[in-house]
């Protein structure tokens, strides 16, 4: 791709146009910084609450504390709830993964009979609403002992976040030219081979794109994680829903303490997400800068 | 199964699952801790989970399908605990249980009323008269109306200046829907189809000077304290709790509306069926020790469901320090005769209420809607 | 699976892949023996590559089946079939260096580490790539990624491997060292080997038989020797060289050879196929077998060109002499090429080591024997091919870029 | 498929298995099965149960009863054009607005990890953060407001929550980085040497994003704004913090909320959601369609 | 800009690029006038397509510049150039029929639908697709593929053509044809074209001139005759075909040729350079150049080659015959290319059409001026080259595949 090389400074101009420069570049960047100065507003204005102690129509509160954040946590028990969240998260990710990629490479690479209908039976987890199928989803696993622990909230889970990973992959595999796969089965590698060795490096990019989004689904799920759910299996969202929802009253500043501890894990969750599959991936590409 | 004879006693200290919908831990948790440190031959070990009153039914549902109930105490206000008892969902307490439960004897006379809500299945935990008042800030209302007219005018005169929450999301909403009735003289109080015409067309004409029915008591107390509003409905509860939090200005202050009845509110402990003989003889032993005197003084709290009591005679000197303080600070001494000298009447029954939020939620909130 | 399969023959049986209904290659029948070193030679979009992958087991066949000895092996998935694939569009990986794209195969077969390293090495250095080894494929040129696409096959020592046109990006000095070590492979590793190519001579210098594929069909199966001089009829021809291609008719059979009349002039001509007098035949000759009889003749005029119409001899040596006048010269170095025209209109290609000029008139001859006479068939002469300036002879005409015209009999 | 000659050379079972090499079927599709069983385990009767569930009206009145009360009864009805005119504007706001973003980060530059991550911190925001923070950063006494009034841009604080526009902010918040991250890496899927190859036809980036980058994505965007759309759809939450949940904002989850948790009316919930995913469904079916009007399949290498 | 910019030349100055501190391409100087076909040439991996490249616009480059007359183009993108490009891996459009991938250019520029229509239609006819216009690009056999690549870069009819190896995937015949039409489409278009190529034969025969690069740096630039008589090095030599390329040591210089010492035979040499007595050179010959001056001898035995040692005249036909058995002989059609060996172990490369055998003795000539002395630089012979088997020779060895000797002057 033509783009930046530290190499190429001297006329490389073609390629910085590209950043910057044209109108509509400026547009593009304008609304770039405009989100960014949104965000800052609106996760700023909740972290400045979840520090303050009252807080009435000025530009800051009266004063600063941290006892919301010590009441949340002890009220909430949400040391225990927040490692219960990272075991779900982590497990529903690495299972959603490991079982989506494989069928999005079917979808993707082949024409079979009944490929709508099987298209269909992925798309449908996703599109009906929990309360639909959310009830009987718990009972059944309550049936066979597999709901009211962490066990039962990573498979119900798993139900939205494996046709998610499958709907995102399968565009992405599709993209992949075949013939390398072919020439890695020439090569004697089998299926298996093909997913860790060739597969696997080249949809890190598809990949890690959805396992974010599938964590992000995961630790915001709050519907299917409260129905099958124990009481030592709890996740954050399903705190913080309740800090917020459940009756009885609760300083807003407790509410805003307990939302951002959510965001602080997912953004470790994200960090360590981006550590532990390749960081340079995300933003390097498949088909970067290949010569003709 | 739990539908076995019930022990006096569990074989063995059980486990015990609490689940509360309707804030209540915050003031009984300490009861129950009690509880267990004094007999933890009953009770090894509780856990407590909170959730949304609705959401309850599902979750319950979906371990009784399954025939594994882990829960063995739901604390819950009234419309749970009537929700669930349509959805056959309460192991029926009463009368069978009635010679263990003896301190049900001591309510006060409005939380008695209160008791009969619930039928056989709860029994009454904490009791308080709730609203309806009408909370405002000195200094932008100085002059607060004093009967409904006065609010519609006051309303007409600042429109978006007044406001109350979906009642089915609050409990001063819904509070201050069941109690208009009574301000207004209707027809039947208790019949929100036949008998509420003038509460309809009065909300229907207040509607038209409120911006949003909130959906949740909260959001209207940040609209006053940050100046968004002036006025909005509240109870007693909610008068004392967000203002010693901090979340709406110590200066707030209360009135009532001329001709007011309190309509009164409560939390009972339920028992889902399916819970062990075990389970439900603890819990039996854990809510009469709850409705013992000293133990009710902790509801007392801070002022969440205030006075919050439902037993006779429990005065708040009995009531930890930390609750005397803060009543102190933040409690209003006219409550006192407010309680004393105004009607108190039970709300409606679970299907009236289901009855009136539908008829608000299509005629009142959703009446900016053209259809 | 460490050591590949080996076998005595492979059986293409009736072989045949079709694509949504239209045969891209039909009716394949091919025995490989061990050892052997097939090319399957064809004009672009014959089938040649569909035929690899289909033996590859990369594209399942839509008819017949494929026998290794006594096993069917149409059914084996490629990775089970043990064999080394060279690709026509490379396929390289594109996240793996040169290096990791040669070893994976020796990988695949769990090979100890010391071994994958220096076979590896071994292989990137015959296709000269040691430079390069830490590079990906998509920092290399196009002639790199070729040699890295032959390293990966060829560094598996597979029982049979397959090229599809391995040395088109290469430049003759170094295709021709490549031929060399594909050879040497070949023999020192007796690797069986099918090799698709678009270059004759590679095919003739390289394989123990040619295959030739026209529109999906097997035209000749042979020797080299055999499909360069004994064509079986004149795509094959067409494709092996025989760039002066023209209708004529049978006019006499004689004992060795047949007379032919064409454009006006009577010739002899080899029989590729029994013929009699009268039948409608396309005659062939290379341009390197029309030889410049004498010098150029500057300066123009249209000199009625000799034609003796000798007849009773069975030896039929190029006697006559053509004349034609030069039009296009290009050089090609120590030879030039030459597309000459007849009095008549009719087009020659001739190579000639003479110093030729556009406008000089030559007299041709035909060596003896080169002029070959094939069946007509049904089709029209290739587009492109040789045309008849001749109105009375039926033939596709296209610009008129190439003609032919012929000698006569002595 | 088999010519006569092949039939007549194979035994039939040979044929049968050249047919279903050509229509894609063997052991590969074995792949599929973990999926599946998923699906099929941990779905499928649960949906079909809330399926049945839909046709057993509490009330009674045969086995559409509660179909044609939420068709007959505007107040059901109008949530679905409530929730279309919040989720299809957002949705396409969320994918029309991440693919020149992305398209302007494809390539390599100093900066970009940055720029990306920022764009996609919201992901991590969740709801309540985003509602929350829409309240107070909005809101009538919020930052935004006033520094508006202090700039004197207006006297009055402007209205942004608790209406339509309060919830549309917040589906962009959290969709909008859900769109960009997946189209990012659809776009970094295609290979650049096309748009170098059109660049020399003439092509200007215009050009070339029209003609080459969009088709080419046109099946990553498909999907990409189906997931955004049911999000979308199936907004809740943020539909009663800082919409306007009796009015304007009463989406068709409220609906089905309000029926299955506050009714305690199950049939008639499943009923809705049923009517919810029939919806949801139609406008997928219809960006599917326009997808399979374009290409999909590799982008890379020679052809 | 529906119509091309045209220029009267385009000139390189000092253009270079390099890929991560290495040099892929430096100091590219080099002015194409309008109308000129250049072709560029070089072994692989020699900066071919990266000078295509940053012609083209795809690379910036790290130095020099561009200009087209006066204007510095070499700062614009692509799109503003105006140039047409065919890339070595097509790069054709996935999403695209023939049709639509030929047609794309033609509608950038706007141009009436009619007109796309026509001339899409006759780009396609030009390359022989008319059956496949419907197709996608991944449907499509690799010289098909190939033809769409050339067929929507030429439709453009743009002011600079630039061609990466556009033939390299079709077979001998569809190439002459392909080759005749893009000089046709030169001629009468006038375009001006840079053409790369991997092969000499193309480039002598299209070219009106070549450029030779060898790793990145210009060679050679000059007329196919000029290059294929006088290459100025032995690289270019190499690359040029004579295969047979050996250390030698001037042993005297004459008026217009030398003698030369090589592995104990002395020969007369045209020098490319001028040299002195006693320098160190390489000396070259074509494989086409050795001639079989007698018969093969059938049988071994290790004949004493004769070597007159003649001197004094200025004339120096290669009277002098070398005695060689042959070892390989590869079939090639017409001629075969024989590999054979002289008693001192010297490897020798011919052709020839006479039928040999691996085992005959073969006397050997050097065609007049056919030997080429060249200096010899600091560098070895290339890998793969001609190796004396003398050991007092310096060269690197590599498996002794190749090896020459000269005969002597008469
Ligand atoms: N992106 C890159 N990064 C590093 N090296 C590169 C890159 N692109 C090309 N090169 C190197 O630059 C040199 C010249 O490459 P180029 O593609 O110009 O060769 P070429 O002459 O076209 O060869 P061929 O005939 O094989 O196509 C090669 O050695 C190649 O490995
Ligand atoms: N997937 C496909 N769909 C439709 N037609 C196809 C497909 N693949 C190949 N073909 C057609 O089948 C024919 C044979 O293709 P193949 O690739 O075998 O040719 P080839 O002999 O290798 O040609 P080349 O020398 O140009 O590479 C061609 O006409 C091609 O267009
Ligand atoms: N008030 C509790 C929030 C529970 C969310 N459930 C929403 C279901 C509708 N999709
Ligand atoms: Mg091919
Ligand atoms: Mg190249």
Redesign the pocket.
Request: aromatic content about 8%.
């Given at each position: 791709m033509t783009t930046l090389n530290p190499t190429a400074p001297t006329t490389a101009t073609g390629t910085r146009r590209r950043i910057v420069a044209s109108p509509g570049g400026w547009l593009v960047w304008g609304a770039v910084v405009l989100f960014m100065v949104f965000l800052v507003g609106i996760v700023g204005s909740v972290l400045v609450n979840s520090f303050g102690t009252r807080w009435f129509g000025t530009w800051l509160p009266e004063g600063a504390t941290t006892q919301w954040y010590s009441q949340a946590w002890t009220d909430f028990s949400l040391m225990s709830v927040i490692i219960v969240t990272l075991e779900v998260a982590a497990a529903v990710v690495v299972l959603s993964v490991l079982v989506g990629v494989p069928a999005s490479y079917v979808l993707a690479r082949r024409d079979f009979p009944g490929k709508k209908v099987v298209y269909l039976a992925f798309l449908l987890p996703i599109m009906m609403p929990p309360i639909t199928y959310g009830i009987p989803l718990a009972t059944v696993l309550y049936k066979f002992n597999l709901a009211g622990n962490i066990t039962g909230v990573i498979l119900a889970n798993l139900v939205p976040c494996v046709p998610f990973v499958i709907l995102t992959m399968t565009p992405f595999i599709e993209q992949i030219d075949p013939a390398i796969e072919r020439a890695a089965r020439m090569s004697g590698a089998r299926t298996f081979a093909i997913f860790t060795r060739i597969l696997a490096p080249l949809l890190v990019p598809g990949i890690l794109a959805s396992s974010i989004l599938v964590l992000v689904r995961t630790v915001g799920m709050f519907e299917l994680t409260f129905l099958t759910a124990g009481p030592d299996s709890s996740t954050l969202v399903v705190a913080l829903f309740n800090s917020m929802n459940a009756a009885g009253i609760r300083a807003q500043q407790s509410v805003d303490a307990m939302a951002v501890i959510y965001m602080a894990v997912m953004m470790v969750l994200l960090v360590i997400a981006l550590r532990f599959v390749n960081p340079t991936q995300l933003v390097a590409q498949v088909k970067e800068e290949p010569e003709p | 199964g739990g539908s076995g004879e019930v022990p006096q006693k569990p074989s063995k200290p059980v486990t015990l699952n609490v689940l509360d919908v309707a804030g209540n831990l915050q003031l009984t948790q300490g009861m129950i801790d009690d509880f267990v440190k004094q007999h933890p031959d009953v009770i090894s070990r509780v856990t407590y989970s909170k959730a949304p009153a609705p959401d309850l039914v599902g979750k319950i549902k979906a371990q009784q399908g399954a025939g594994r109930v882990d829960i063995g105490l739901v604390l819950t206000g009234t419309d749970g605990l009537s929700a669930g008892a349509e959805q056959g969902l309460w192991e029926q307490i009463l009368p069978k249980h009635k010679d263990r439960l003896s301190n049900m004897d001591t309510y006060q006379e409005p939380a008695a009323k209160m008791q009969e809500l619930a039928g056989d299945y709860g029994v009454e935990v904490t009791y308080y008269p709730s609203g309806p008042l009408l909370e405002y800030m000195p200094d932008k209302v100085p002059n607060p109306p004093k009967s409904a007219e006065e609010l519609l005018a006051y309303a007409k005169a600042n429109p978006g200046k007044v406001e109350y929450a979906r009642p089915a999301n609050s409990g001063p909403g819904r509070t201050f829907l069941m109690g208009l009735p009574y301000v207004l003289g209707d027809k039947d109080p208790k019949d929100p189809i036949k008998g509420w015409d003038k509460t309809w067309a009065y909300l229907k004409e207040l509607g038209q000077y409120i911006n949003t029915y909130q959906t949740g008591t909260t959001a209207t107390m940040k609209d006053l304290a940050n100046g968004t509003v002036n006025i909005v409905a509240t109870t007693t509860g909610w008068d004392i709790n967000p203002r010693a939090l901090g979340t709406v200005p110590e200066s707030a202050k209360v009135s009532t509306l001329k001709g007011f009845h309190w309509v009164t509110d409560a939390h009972y402990a339920v028992i889902p069926k399916g819970a062990s003989a075990d389970q439900q003889a603890a819990v039996l032993q854990l809510v009469q020790f709850m409705l013992t005197k000293e133990q009710q003084a902790k509801a007392y709290d801070d002022g969440y469901f205030y006075p919050g009591p439902a037993v006779e005679g429990v005065d708040i000197s009995m009531a930890p320090k930390k609750s005397q303080d803060t009543i102190a600070k933040f409690g209003r001494p006219e409550y006192d005769a407010l309680i004393k000298d105004n009607p108190k009447e039970v709300p409606l029954d679970n299907k009236s209420m289901v009855a009136a939020f539908d008829k608000w939620d299509r005629e009142i909130g959703g009446s900016k809607v053209k259809k | 699976m460490s050591t590949p399969t080996t076998f005595r023959e492979l059986r293409l049986d009736g072989v045949g892949r079709s694509?949504?209904g239209?045969d891209?290659?039909q009716g394949l029948d091919l025995t490989i023996r061990a050892g052997e070193f097939i090319a399957l030679l064809?004009p672009?979009?014959?089938?040649?590559?569909?035929?690899l992958n289909c033996l590859a087991g990369l594209l399942p066949l839509t008819a017949g089946s494929i026998w290794q000895d006594d096993k069917r092996v149409d059914t084996l998935p490629p990775e089970r079939r043990g064999f080394g694939m060279v690709f026509?569009n490379y396929a390289l990986f594109p996240h793996m260096t040169v290096r990791n794209n040669v070893a994976f195969g020796l990988q695949m077969r769990r090979l100890p580490k010391a071994e994958v390293t220096r076979r590896t090495e071994e292989a990137i250095r015959l296709v000269q790539l040691e430079e390069h080894v830490g590079k990906l494929p998509g920092q290399l040129s196009g002639g790199q990624q070729q040699r890295v696409a032959i390293a990966r096959a060829v560094v598996l020592e597979p029982s049979l491997v397959l090229m599809?046109?391995p040395l088109s990006n290469l430049d003759a000095k170094l295709r021709l060292e490549m031929r060399t070590e594909i050879r040497r492979l070949h023999q020192s590793l007796g690797l069986t080997t099918v090799y698709?190519t678009?270059d004759q001579e590679e095919a003739l210098s390289m394989a123990d038989r040619l295959v030739v594929?026209r529109k999906?069909s097997v035209q000749q199966v042979g020797t080299p020797e055999e499909l360069h001089n004994r064509p079986r009829n004149w795509h094959v021809a067409d494709f092996m060289g025989f760039r002066n291609l023209l209708p004529a008719t049978v006019a006499e059979v004689r004992d060795d050879h047949v007379v032919v009349a064409v454009g006006g002039l009577r010739l002899a001509a080899t029989p590729m196929v029994p013929l009699s007098a009268g039948d409608e035949v396309v005659v062939g000759v290379r341009p390197e077998d029309l030889t410049v009889a004498s010098g150029g003749v500057t300066g123009g005029g249209s000199p009625a060109y000799g034609s003796s119409t000798g007849s009773g001899t069975s030896t039929y040596a190029a006697e006559a002499t053509i004349e034609a006048r030069v039009e296009v010269v290009e050089y090609q170095g120590r030879e030039v090429a030459v597309e000459a025209r007849t009095p008549q209109g009719v087009r020659l290609h001739l190579r000639t080591a003479e110093r030729l000029a556009p406008g000089d008139t030559v007299s041709l001859a035909v060596a003896p024997g080169a002029l070959l006479a094939f069946a007509r068939g049904d089709e029209a002469l290739p587009s492109g091919a040789p045309v008849l300036g001749d109105a009375s002879e039926p033939a596709t005409s296209r610009d008129g870029v190439l003609a032919t015209t012929g000698g006569e009999v002595s | 498929m088999t010519g006569g000659a092949a039939t007549g050379r194979a035994p039939t079972g040979l044929s049968l298995r050249h047919r279903l090499a050509e229509r894609g079927v063997d052991g590969q599709l074995l792949l599929l099965v973990p999926a599946m069983v998923f699906v099929i385990g941990l779905f499928v009767y649960p949906f079909l149960y809330g399926l049945g569930l839909s046709f057993q009206p509490t009330k009674g009145g045969g086995a559409f009863a509660d179909y044609q009360r939420f068709f007959s009864d505007a107040f059901q009805r109008d949530t679905i054009w409530k929730t279309l005119k919040l989720s299809i504007p957002a949705a396409l706001f969320n994918v029309l607005a991440s693919v020149p973003i992305a398209y302007r980060m494809r390539g390599r530059f100093r900066g970009k990890r940055l720029v990306t991550t920022l764009l996609v911190i919201p992901i991590t925001l969740g709801t309540v953060l985003t509602a929350e923070g829409l309240l107070n950063f909005l809101g009538p006494a919020g930052w935004f407001n006033r520094t508006l009034m202090s700039l004197g841009l207006v006297d009055q604080p402007i209205r942004l929550i608790n209406n339509y526009w309060g919830v549309f902010f917040s589906l962009v918040i959290t969709g909008f980085p859900f769109a960009f991250l997946l189209i990012l890496s659809y776009l970094s899927g295609i290979d650049p040497s096309l748009e170098r190859a059109a660049a020399t036809l003439g092509a200007d980036w215009r050009a070339r994003f029209r003609r080459i980058t969009l088709p080419l994505l046109a099946p990553g965007l498909a999907t990409t704004f189906c997931l955004t759309f049911v999000l979308a759809f199936s907004v809740f939450p943020s539909a009663i913090l800082v919409g306007d949940p009796t009015g304007t904002t009463r989406v068709i989850s409220i609906a089905a909320y309000q029926a299955a948790y506050e009714q305690y009316d199950y049939p008639f919930a499943s009923a809705i959601a049923m009517i919810m995913g029939a919806v949801e469904l139609i406008v997928i079916g219809v960006v599917l369609l326009w997808r399979s009007r374009f290409y999909a399949g590799s982008t890379g290498g020679k052809g």
């Amino acid at each position: 791709m033509t783009t930046l090389n530290p190499t190429a400074p001297t006329t490389a101009t073609g390629t910085r146009r590209r950043i910057v420069a044209s109108p509509g570049g400026w547009l593009v960047w304008g609304a770039v910084v405009l989100f960014m100065v949104f965000l800052v507003g609106i996760v700023g204005s909740v972290l400045v609450n979840s520090f303050g102690t009252r807080w009435f129509g000025t530009w800051l509160p009266e004063g600063a504390t941290t006892q919301w954040y010590s009441q949340a946590w002890t009220d909430f028990s949400l040391m225990s709830v927040i490692i219960v969240t990272l075991e779900v998260a982590a497990a529903v990710v690495v299972l959603s993964v490991l079982v989506g990629v494989p069928a999005s490479y079917v979808l993707a690479r082949r024409d079979f009979p009944g490929k709508k209908v099987v298209y269909l039976a992925f798309l449908l987890p996703i599109m009906m609403p929990p309360i639909t199928y959310g009830i009987p989803l718990a009972t059944v696993l309550y049936k066979f002992n597999l709901a009211g622990n962490i066990t039962g909230v990573i498979l119900a889970n798993l139900v939205p976040c494996v046709p998610f990973v499958i709907l995102t992959m399968t565009p992405f595999i599709e993209q992949i030219d075949p013939a390398i796969e072919r020439a890695a089965r020439m090569s004697g590698a089998r299926t298996f081979a093909i997913f860790t060795r060739i597969l696997a490096p080249l949809l890190v990019p598809g990949i890690l794109a959805s396992s974010i989004l599938v964590l992000v689904r995961t630790v915001g799920m709050f519907e299917l994680t409260f129905l099958t759910a124990g009481p030592d299996s709890s996740t954050l969202v399903v705190a913080l829903f309740n800090s917020m929802n459940a009756a009885g009253i609760r300083a807003q500043q407790s509410v805003d303490a307990m939302a951002v501890i959510y965001m602080a894990v997912m953004m470790v969750l994200l960090v360590i997400a981006l550590r532990f599959v390749n960081p340079t991936q995300l933003v390097a590409q498949v088909k970067e800068e290949p010569e003709p | 199964g739990g539908s076995g004879e019930v022990p006096q006693k569990p074989s063995k200290p059980v486990t015990l699952n609490v689940l509360d919908v309707a804030g209540n831990l915050q003031l009984t948790q300490g009861m129950i801790d009690d509880f267990v440190k004094q007999h933890p031959d009953v009770i090894s070990r509780v856990t407590y989970s909170k959730a949304p009153a609705p959401d309850l039914v599902g979750k319950i549902k979906a371990q009784q399908g399954a025939g594994r109930v882990d829960i063995g105490l739901v604390l819950t206000g009234t419309d749970g605990l009537s929700a669930g008892a349509e959805q056959g969902l309460w192991e029926q307490i009463l009368p069978k249980h009635k010679d263990r439960l003896s301190n049900m004897d001591t309510y006060q006379e409005p939380a008695a009323k209160m008791q009969e809500l619930a039928g056989d299945y709860g029994v009454e935990v904490t009791y308080y008269p709730s609203g309806p008042l009408l909370e405002y800030m000195p200094d932008k209302v100085p002059n607060p109306p004093k009967s409904a007219e006065e609010l519609l005018a006051y309303a007409k005169a600042n429109p978006g200046k007044v406001e109350y929450a979906r009642p089915a999301n609050s409990g001063p909403g819904r509070t201050f829907l069941m109690g208009l009735p009574y301000v207004l003289g209707d027809k039947d109080p208790k019949d929100p189809i036949k008998g509420w015409d003038k509460t309809w067309a009065y909300l229907k004409e207040l509607g038209q000077y409120i911006n949003t029915y909130q959906t949740g008591t909260t959001a209207t107390m940040k609209d006053l304290a940050n100046g968004t509003v002036n006025i909005v409905a509240t109870t007693t509860g909610w008068d004392i709790n967000p203002r010693a939090l901090g979340t709406v200005p110590e200066s707030a202050k209360v009135s009532t509306l001329k001709g007011f009845h309190w309509v009164t509110d409560a939390h009972y402990a339920v028992i889902p069926k399916g819970a062990s003989a075990d389970q439900q003889a603890a819990v039996l032993q854990l809510v009469q020790f709850m409705l013992t005197k000293e133990q009710q003084a902790k509801a007392y709290d801070d002022g969440y469901f205030y006075p919050g009591p439902a037993v006779e005679g429990v005065d708040i000197s009995m009531a930890p320090k930390k609750s005397q303080d803060t009543i102190a600070k933040f409690g209003r001494p006219e409550y006192d005769a407010l309680i004393k000298d105004n009607p108190k009447e039970v709300p409606l029954d679970n299907k009236s209420m289901v009855a009136a939020f539908d008829k608000w939620d299509r005629e009142i909130g959703g009446s900016k809607v053209k259809k | 699976m460490s050591t590949p399969t080996t076998f005595r023959e492979l059986r293409l049986d009736g072989v045949g892949r079709s694509f949504g209904g239209q045969d891209a290659l039909q009716g394949l029948d091919l025995t490989i023996r061990a050892g052997e070193f097939i090319a399957l030679l064809g004009p672009s979009g014959c089938g040649k590559s569909t035929a690899l992958n289909c033996l590859a087991g990369l594209l399942p066949l839509t008819a017949g089946s494929i026998w290794q000895d006594d096993k069917r092996v149409d059914t084996l998935p490629p990775e089970r079939r043990g064999f080394g694939m060279v690709f026509q569009n490379y396929a390289l990986f594109p996240h793996m260096t040169v290096r990791n794209n040669v070893a994976f195969g020796l990988q695949m077969r769990r090979l100890p580490k010391a071994e994958v390293t220096r076979r590896t090495e071994e292989a990137i250095r015959l296709v000269q790539l040691e430079e390069h080894v830490g590079k990906l494929p998509g920092q290399l040129s196009g002639g790199q990624q070729q040699r890295v696409a032959i390293a990966r096959a060829v560094v598996l020592e597979p029982s049979l491997v397959l090229m599809d046109e391995p040395l088109s990006n290469l430049d003759a000095k170094l295709r021709l060292e490549m031929r060399t070590e594909i050879r040497r492979l070949h023999q020192s590793l007796g690797l069986t080997t099918v090799y698709v190519t678009h270059d004759q001579e590679e095919a003739l210098s390289m394989a123990d038989r040619l295959v030739v594929l026209r529109k999906g069909s097997v035209q000749q199966v042979g020797t080299p020797e055999e499909l360069h001089n004994r064509p079986r009829n004149w795509h094959v021809a067409d494709f092996m060289g025989f760039r002066n291609l023209l209708p004529a008719t049978v006019a006499e059979v004689r004992d060795d050879h047949v007379v032919v009349a064409v454009g006006g002039l009577r010739l002899a001509a080899t029989p590729m196929v029994p013929l009699s007098a009268g039948d409608e035949v396309v005659v062939g000759v290379r341009p390197e077998d029309l030889t410049v009889a004498s010098g150029g003749v500057t300066g123009g005029g249209s000199p009625a060109y000799g034609s003796s119409t000798g007849s009773g001899t069975s030896t039929y040596a190029a006697e006559a002499t053509i004349e034609a006048r030069v039009e296009v010269v290009e050089y090609q170095g120590r030879e030039v090429a030459v597309e000459a025209r007849t009095p008549q209109g009719v087009r020659l290609h001739l190579r000639t080591a003479e110093r030729l000029a556009p406008g000089d008139t030559v007299s041709l001859a035909v060596a003896p024997g080169a002029l070959l006479a094939f069946a007509r068939g049904d089709e029209a002469l290739p587009s492109g091919a040789p045309v008849l300036g001749d109105a009375s002879e039926p033939a596709t005409s296209r610009d008129g870029v190439l003609a032919t015209t012929g000698g006569e009999v002595s | 498929m088999t010519g006569g000659a092949a039939t007549g050379r194979a035994p039939t079972g040979l044929s049968l298995r050249h047919r279903l090499a050509e229509r894609g079927v063997d052991g590969q599709l074995l792949l599929l099965v973990p999926a599946m069983v998923f699906v099929i385990g941990l779905f499928v009767y649960p949906f079909l149960y809330g399926l049945g569930l839909s046709f057993q009206p509490t009330k009674g009145g045969g086995a559409f009863a509660d179909y044609q009360r939420f068709f007959s009864d505007a107040f059901q009805r109008d949530t679905i054009w409530k929730t279309l005119k919040l989720s299809i504007p957002a949705a396409l706001f969320n994918v029309l607005a991440s693919v020149p973003i992305a398209y302007r980060m494809r390539g390599r530059f100093r900066g970009k990890r940055l720029v990306t991550t920022l764009l996609v911190i919201p992901i991590t925001l969740g709801t309540v953060l985003t509602a929350e923070g829409l309240l107070n950063f909005l809101g009538p006494a919020g930052w935004f407001n006033r520094t508006l009034m202090s700039l004197g841009l207006v006297d009055q604080p402007i209205r942004l929550i608790n209406n339509y526009w309060g919830v549309f902010f917040s589906l962009v918040i959290t969709g909008f980085p859900f769109a960009f991250l997946l189209i990012l890496s659809y776009l970094s899927g295609i290979d650049p040497s096309l748009e170098r190859a059109a660049a020399t036809l003439g092509a200007d980036w215009r050009a070339r994003f029209r003609r080459i980058t969009l088709p080419l994505l046109a099946p990553g965007l498909a999907t990409t704004f189906c997931l955004t759309f049911v999000l979308a759809f199936s907004v809740f939450p943020s539909a009663i913090l800082v919409g306007d949940p009796t009015g304007t904002t009463r989406v068709i989850s409220i609906a089905a909320y309000q029926a299955a948790y506050e009714q305690y009316d199950y049939p008639f919930a499943s009923a809705i959601a049923m009517i919810m995913g029939a919806v949801e469904l139609i406008v997928i079916g219809v960006v599917l369609l326009w997808r399979s009007r374009f290409y999909a399949g590799s982008t890379g290498g020679k052809g």
